[in-house]
């Protein structure tokens, strides 16, 4: 779907300037006076909502962290909990400055960055679109044979409702909330 030159997974990075970055992400994405990040897990519907808006006001989260080479190449979410959690910060850090310039984003990377809302949706349903990337409409990230690791994700993302963080069924309902509380 995004097409970035991404780094191998054991590259080590660097801070550099990210002007040019952010810059080229602006030219397609409606940036605010205030940023925003949604946090919802694998199979949520990010990417559908993502790709239904008329006007891009939302970014998903993946492609700002591959512009940013956040994320590395290959499935780096299926790396052990310890590796994927340090290419999850990485993605903090890249959502923190992504919010300070007017983004908004939906995503489902997150270590220390607490989110302005984050979505849980139905078990049922997330289940249900697992199953639909197993059989083939998969654009990354967990498939219906990491059923476990999905319910540990959801379980993780759930802390942040009980540090006070609004808790959603869906991404709509989430970004509602948000955009007109502003």
Same mark, same amino acid.
């Given at each position: 779907?995004?097409?970035?030159?991404?780094?191998? *997974?054991?590259?080590?990075?660097?801070?550099a300037?990210?002007?040019?970055?952010?810059?080229?992400?602006?030219?397609?994405? $409606?940036?605010?006076?205030?940023g925003?990040?949604?946090?919802?897990?694998?199979?949520s519907?990010?990417?559908?909502?993502?790709? @239904?808006?008329?006007?891009?006001?939302?970014i998903?989260?993946? $492609?700002?962290?591959?512009?940013?080479?956040?994320?590395?190449?290959?499935?780096?979410?299926?790396?052990?909990?310890?590796?994927?959690?340090? *290419?999850?910060?990485?993605?903090?850090?890249?959502?923190?400055?992504?919010?300070?310039?007017?983004?908004? *984003?939906?995503?489902g990377s997150?270590t220390? %960055?607490?989110?302005?809302?984050?979505?849980?949706?139905?078990?049922?349903?997330?289940?249900?679109? %697992?199953? @639909?990337?197993? @059989?083939?409409?998969?654009?990354?990230?967990?498939?219906?044979?990491?059923?476990?690791?999905? %319910?540990?994700?959801?379980?993780?993302?759930?802390?942040?409702?009980?540090?006070?963080?609004?808790?959603f069924?869906?991404?709509?309902?989430?970004a509602?909330?948000?955009?007109?509380?502003?």
């Amino acid at each position: 779907m995004y097409t970035y030159d991404v780094l191998p *997974i054991d590259t080590p990075l660097i801070f550099a300037d990210g002007t040019a970055a952010y810059s080229k992400l602006a030219k397609t994405h $409606e940036t605010h006076k205030h940023g925003y990040f949604i946090l919802a897990p694998s199979a949520s519907g990010k990417t559908h909502f993502v790709t @239904q808006q008329k006007t891009r006001h939302w970014i998903d989260g993946d $492609e700002l962290w591959l512009a940013a080479l956040a994320q590395p190449a290959g499935a780096w979410w299926l790396e052990p909990i310890e590796r994927a959690e340090q *290419i999850e910060a990485r993605c903090d850090v890249i959502t923190l400055e992504a919010k300070r310039l007017g983004f908004w *984003i939906v995503g489902g990377s997150n270590t220390w %960055l607490k989110p302005d809302a984050i979505v849980i949706p139905n078990w049922q349903t997330q289940k249900h679109h %697992l199953q @639909q990337r197993t @059989q083939g409409d998969n654009d990354g990230g967990f498939t219906n044979s990491q059923l476990e690791r999905a %319910l540990i994700q959801r379980k993780w993302f759930n802390r942040w409702a009980k540090q006070g963080v609004p808790k959603f069924l869906s991404i709509t309902e989430a970004a509602d909330y948000l955009t007109s509380s502003r």
